[in-house]
């Protein structure tokens, strides 16, 4: 359990939780505009505030990877080219994940903290924790047990042997300095717990224990429910699963890793769990859902998919027999059909060849190093929501959301939201 790794997404519970700390102590408002406070963010609306950058409304792109630099400017080279990604809605309109927020959220934590990210953290945070395997740099994660990250990949067709379809590859970490409050903080498992405890302890005299509270507060709605939980408040997600009972965390996801938080303030524990692979998800699910059972509870899970309107693809269509093939879903397929694009993915919805609709997932930019184009069917589950089965082996959900109104033709969805991501229709003739 002392083995560190990067926690990828869980990173940004460690920056917001600094970041109030320090707003806290120099008065500064969570509604304050963001570019009043950072001019790096010069241009931005001014909708654009603390809270909705840490609650994932402020309607910014989310995925912009590009590599800044080594150096200490690094986090402030990137804030400054937030605002000439543009947006995908307005702010406040809706909850859709904002990696490139929360990299501003870093470039105010040093601003506030006068130093780089990393010895803010150090001071402020880390130190006063007492964690003792949470680095931020390589150089410094080298001192203690590392683990290297895996993936699943197809095999080499040409190889003899088992004739496994898949292989486990390794997978170097994302080494770039100006996504550390995002993505790039350095952890293991007990001092993942001991961030769980400071909030579990209402800030335990380190956090004003109001805004402690305050994090653990929905302060934006996603449309989407099922992946994480029906919320977010301050930095930390609402996980509050259909039982109602107050659950907060967060997930993160890398390049060949994964880590998981959660609390249940209510009963006063607390699960973390980290793993060197990309496909942990199943095994995190599957544990956390046995530990909630035992206490009563349940996590929010996406439904099965209807089985009545599920596309069978086993009908053979190849003999022309002179009889329509097509199968009756009962889904109105022009109403999702077209394709949706943002920063760093496109995604196509389309009609396949048994009639059913699926879904073509292409990363684009800098995470197209990481990936290739997939498809995959989507079988619905309820009016608007699609199950697709994702890379790490579960459902994921898809959910259309926010209809267009057109002359002449019925309202279609401005937005497909899929992990924790609203992707905008990309073109006019897809609206």
Request: one cysteine or more; proline letters at 7%.
């Amino acid at each position: 359990v002392d083995t560190v790794n990067q926690v990828a997404s869980v990173s940004k519970v460690f920056t917001a939780t600094t970041l109030l700390l320090l707003c806290d102590e120099q008065g500064v408002a969570l509604d304050t505009p963001a570019a009043d406070v950072l001019p790096e963010l010069t241009g931005v609306d001014q909708a654009v505030t603390i809270r909705r950058l840490l609650d994932h409304s402020s309607g910014i792109q989310c995925d912009l990877f590009d590599d800044f630099g080594p150096g200490p400017d690094a986090i402030g080279r990137y804030a400054a080219a937030v605002p000439g990604i543009g947006s995908i809605a307005p702010p406040g309109r809706f909850f859709s994940y904002s990696n490139a927020g929360y990299v501003a959220l870093g470039r105010l934590v040093e601003r506030l903290g006068g130093a780089s990210y990393d010895r803010v953290l150090a001071r402020r945070l880390f130190g006063p924790l007492g964690t003792e395997r949470t680095p931020l740099r390589l150089d410094e994660a080298v001192l203690h047990r590392v683990a290297v990250g895996h993936d699943l990949g197809p095999a080499d067709p040409g190889a003899s042997g088992s004739g496994a379809t898949t292989v486990t590859r390794v997978r170097p970490w994302i080494d770039q300095r100006s996504i550390s409050p995002t993505g790039g903080v350095i952890s293991c498992v007990p001092d993942l717990l001991r961030l769980c405890e400071l909030h579990l302890a209402d800030g335990d005299d380190l956090l004003d224990a109001a805004t402690a509270r305050a994090m653990r507060v929905r302060s934006s709605t996603t449309p989407d429910p099922y992946t994480a939980g029906p919320g977010w408040g301050l930095g930390l997600t609402d996980c509050t699963g259909p039982d109602g009972e107050p659950v907060w965390g967060h997930d993160g996801r890398g390049v060949g890793l994964a880590a998981y938080v959660r609390i249940v303030p209510g009963r006063r524990w607390a699960v973390a769990m980290m793993g060197a692979a990309g496909h942990t998800r199943p095994a995190w699910q599957e544990l956390w859902r046995e530990l909630l059972r035992e206490q009563g509870m349940v996590m929010p899970e996406l439904p099965a998919p209807s089985p009545d309107t599920s596309i069978d693809t086993s009908i053979d269509t190849s003999i022309d027999t002179g009889i329509d093939t097509g199968i009756d879903t009962g889904i109105d397929t022009d109403r999702y059909v077209g394709r949706f694009s943002r920063l760093s993915q496109d995604l196509e919805v389309r009609v396949g060849d048994h009639g059913g609709l699926e879904l073509v997932t292409t990363p684009t930019g800098v995470l197209a190093r990481f990936g290739q184009p997939t498809t995959a069917p989507l079988r619905p589950v309820t009016t608007d929501v699609f199950a697709v089965r994702a890379t790490t082996g579960v459902d994921a959900a898809v959910v259309f959301t926010d209809e267009l109104g057109s002359t002449g033709r019925a309202a279609r969805p401005a937005y497909l939201h899929t992990g924790l991501r609203a992707t905008p229709r990309a073109t006019p003739q897809d609206r």
